[in-house]
């Protein structure tokens, strides 16, 4: 399967053309995108902007090849009808296209060639209708054969199967809309997710458990503000890929590519930082993309850091750098080592209160200071916060130095995924206590030594995260 993306941004793209945000101007600069679309093979679409057809002439890409078009639903940035009228005017415009998509969608096609064409899609026209309705599948056969829909799949013949499931997005006036689940000729799998927010409705995911899919495409138009209609943040972005990969619809070696990306998303490279945690990517507008089937990793490919460790300040934003890192995991394990709340410190007690919440509810939390037994026995990914708190615990034992050696040969030996946090004490003025001087001297030879046996380190300051490890 190769996968040409024609667009990757939003319905207003990224820039939008009347922002002056500094994410925009970023992108101005940039990278641009334009309305999200994907070209599968020269010969399947799935989105049909306005954009689109321009998009392929910039990118030197011809349409003439182009046999199925499949809509999710009757937005505007996904279904542009023109496009069908300027191809009547082509050297291709006797040759069979079918337009796959919900109800909604096809009387806009229907419409539009009334209105503009004065003609009807049926006998003698080159172009077909075909509804997706959530839970059916169709055929779409090879160049110049088109299949009966619902005729059985031949695996490795010239047609693709393109089950439509439900997404959760709009009503039935623009749909009801739906994703697609495709499988390739070559008996590659694509999940093509845009437009939908989260909760999938329980079907949908019923539908994708086990597809193992060699490439999903999942919207994520939010970024870090949320609200903007049934879309996804990057939050909602990380839990449904974590829930994709509990199904087994993502495997390790599924690429996870986000689009419909808008200017709600933070500029630069802190977007492809943050997508790299979840093990997703943001290719530019115009890449082309090789897609075996079985799950062959792309060229480059490494494995996700096995031990992170993050510091910083106070209020800097490190915990919540650290749950970002584990976020798209199918399980996680949340280590506190603070003291539980007991009525009697109010402040402390609002701190703790907002560390739970943020926590997606699937994730276990352990209340411990014993790090080490869970260091080296296996399970799923661990969240520590903090290592800070663990060494206040130790502060007067005699013992101290034997329990940090054991603390980090358990650490490097861990073969679990597992993100620690701690706080950064090199950073401000000597403490005025002896007990504050022997806590910022102990922790930080800590921070140290684990950061010495990390794969990676990071530094939050300001609610931003720099690499520090490998530099």
Excluded at 128 to 154: F, N, Q, S
Aim: with cysteine; hydrophobic share 40%; charged share 25%.
């Amino acid at each position: 399967m190769r996968l040409t993306l024609l667009g990757t941004g939003s319905a207003d793209g990224w820039p939008n053309p009347w922002c002056e945000c500094a994410s925009c101007a970023w992108a101005r600069a940039h990278e641009p995108r334009g309305q999200t679309a994907v070209l599968v093979d020269d010969r399947l679409l799935i989105d049909f902007g306005p954009d689109v057809p321009r998009a392929a002439s910039r990118f030197g890409v011809s349409l003439a090849g182009l046999r199925h078009v499949l809509v999710g639903h009757a937005h505007p940035d996904h279904l542009g009808p023109e496009a069908l009228m300027w191809r009547s005017w082509s050297t291709i415009a006797d040759q069979p296209l079918d337009v796959v998509a919900p109800p909604a969608a096809l009387e806009v096609c229907r419409a539009f060639l009334r209105r503009w064409e004065g003609t009807e899609p049926g006998e003698g026209s080159p172009l077909r209708l075909l509804p997706a309705v959530a839970g059916d599948h169709l055929e779409l056969g090879g160049p110049g054969e088109p299949t009966d829909p619902g005729e059985p799949h031949r695996p490795g013949g010239p047609g693709y199967l393109v089950r439509p499931v439900a997404a959760r997005h709009g009503d039935d006036s623009i749909g009801p809309a739906v994703l697609y689940d495709v499988t390739a000729p070559d008996g590659a799998r694509l999940l093509y997710g845009c437009d939908t927010a989260v909760p999938l409705p329980p079907a949908t995911l019923a539908a994708l458990a086990g597809r193992a899919f060699d490439v999903v495409l999942l919207e994520e138009n939010n970024g870090d503000r949320p609200g903007f209609g049934e879309h996804l943040d990057l939050p909602d972005f990380a839990e449904l890929v974590a829930e994709l990969r509990g199904l087994g619809a993502v495997v390790p070696s599924t690429r996870v590519l986000a689009v419909h990306l808008s200017h709600r998303n933070p500029p630069g490279g802190e977007l492809t930082a943050r997508l790299a945690r979840i093990g997703a990517e943001a290719p530019p507008d115009g890449s082309v993309l090789e897609i075996p089937p079985g799950g062959a990793l792309p060229d480059g490919a490494t494995a996700a850091p096995r031990r992170v460790l993050i510091t910083g300040g106070t209020r800097s934003g490190k915990s919540a750098q650290a749950e970002d890192w584990l976020r798209a995991e199918p399980e996680v394990v949340y280590v506190a080592t603070g003291w539980a709340p007991d009525g009697s410190d109010p402040e402390w007690a609002a701190r703790v209160a907002v560390h739970r919440e943020r926590r997606p509810a699937r994730w276990h939390t352990v209340e411990t200071q014993e790090l080490e037994p869970l260091l080296r026995s296996p399970g799923p990914a661990l969240l520590v916060d903090s290592v800070s708190l663990w060494v206040a615990a130790r502060l007067d034992d005699p013992d101290f130095g034997a329990a940090v050696d054991r603390l980090v040969e358990a650490w490097r030996a861990t073969r679990r995924r597992v993100v620690a946090v701690t706080d950064e004490v090199g950073s401000g003025a000597v403490a005025p206590t002896a007990a504050g001087r022997l806590f910022a001297d102990r922790l930080g030879q800590v921070n140290a030594r684990l950061a010495a046996e990390s794969d990676e380190v990071w530094l939050a300051v300001a609610g931003l995260a720099t690499r520090l490890r490998p530099a």
